[in-house]
């Protein structure tokens, strides 16, 4: 019986922490997400390296022959896109840090 009471309450304050952990990382994501710069820098990073890894994986899968074993345009357009997607997303995150929220 006393075992038995033990394991309901681990299990009853395992739960409740990760009710508690659930909540945070919600509250977090949803602030971090309605900043317009965090928005705007996956956006750039997405498009901007998207077609770089896209067409590596392809390739590597065999979908496309090795036309250029170096796509250097793509790389290019990645690395530039890049810098300024990341640094959008580390001010946004910065930004929203800081705001000030009501819950």
Same mark, same amino acid.
């Given at each position: 019986?006393?075992?038995?009471? &033990? *394991?309901?309450? *681990?299990?009853?304050?395992? &739960?409740?922490?990760?009710?508690?952990?659930?909540?945070?990382?919600?509250?977090?994501? &949803? /602030?971090?997400?309605?900043?317009?710069?965090?928005? *705007? #820098?996956?956006?750039?990073?997405?498009? #901007? /390296?998207?077609?770089?890894?896209?067409?590596?994986?392809?390739?590597?899968?065999? *979908?496309?022959?090795?036309?250029?074993?170096?796509?250097?345009?793509?790389?290019?357009?990645?690395?530039? /896109?890049?810098?300024? #997607?990341?640094?959008?997303?580390?001010? #946004?995150?910065?930004?929203?840090?800081?705001?000030? /929220?009501?819950?």
């Amino acid at each position: 019986m006393h075992l038995e009471c &033990n *394991v309901r309450a *681990v299990v009853a304050h395992r &739960n409740s922490i990760r009710n508690r952990q659930r909540d945070i990382n919600h509250f977090f994501m &949803n /602030t971090f997400l309605k900043s317009r710069a965090v928005r *705007v #820098g996956l956006v750039v990073l997405v498009l #901007g /390296t998207g077609p770089f890894l896209g067409f590596t994986l392809f390739e590597r899968l065999g *979908v496309f022959p090795e036309l250029d074993p170096n796509p250097r345009y793509l790389a290019t357009l990645a690395w530039l /896109t890049a810098w300024p #997607g990341g640094a959008l997303i580390a001010l #946004g995150a910065a930004r929203a840090r800081r705001r000030p /929220t009501a819950r």
